[in-house]
């Protein structure tokens, strides 16, 4: 379940993004956790499966038709492709009028994702 920061996740939040490897340096992180709470338009959602704690979080830039993915991260012991999956899979069903894309670093993620997304919806057809 995707869950909308707020400052009392900022611990957890910070914890979770340090696992990209950009992150490591501290300075970094809080210069990227300012830039996410500085406008509206940036969000982050912390992600946790349905028996616990927060295991992932997602950042994103949202726009009138796109919702660009900026960040993905889970922590090392959730890091499978079906949660990545169901993560952007949420993600998506929280702006249904956009369009998931992702930034050069996040593409191949993304188009793994659509291409699942599509397969799925072949067999389902079937």
């Avoid at 970094?28 to 979080?57: K, V």
């Avoid at 492709?81 to 369009?99: F, K, T």
Wanted: glycine share 6%.
């Amino acid at each position: 379940m995707l869950v909308k920061y707020r400052k009392d996740y900022e611990k957890v939040a910070m914890g979770l993004l340090s696992f990209i490897p950009d992150f490591k340096e501290i300075t970094h992180l809080q210069t990227e956790m300012q830039w996410y709470q500085a406008t509206n338009n940036h969000q982050l959602y912390l992600w946790r499966q349905a028996d616990g704690d927060f295991c992932g979080i997602i950042g994103i830039e949202v726009g009138s038709d796109f919702v660009l993915v900026h960040h993905a991260s889970l922590s090392p012991e959730e890091r499978h492709p079906q949660n990545l999956q169901q993560m952007l899979d949420e993600l998506a069903a929280l702006y249904p009028q956009q369009r998931v894309m992702g930034t050069l670093e996040m593409a191949p993620i993304i188009g793994a994702w659509e291409r699942s997304r599509d397969e799925q919806r072949t067999t389902d057809h079937h």
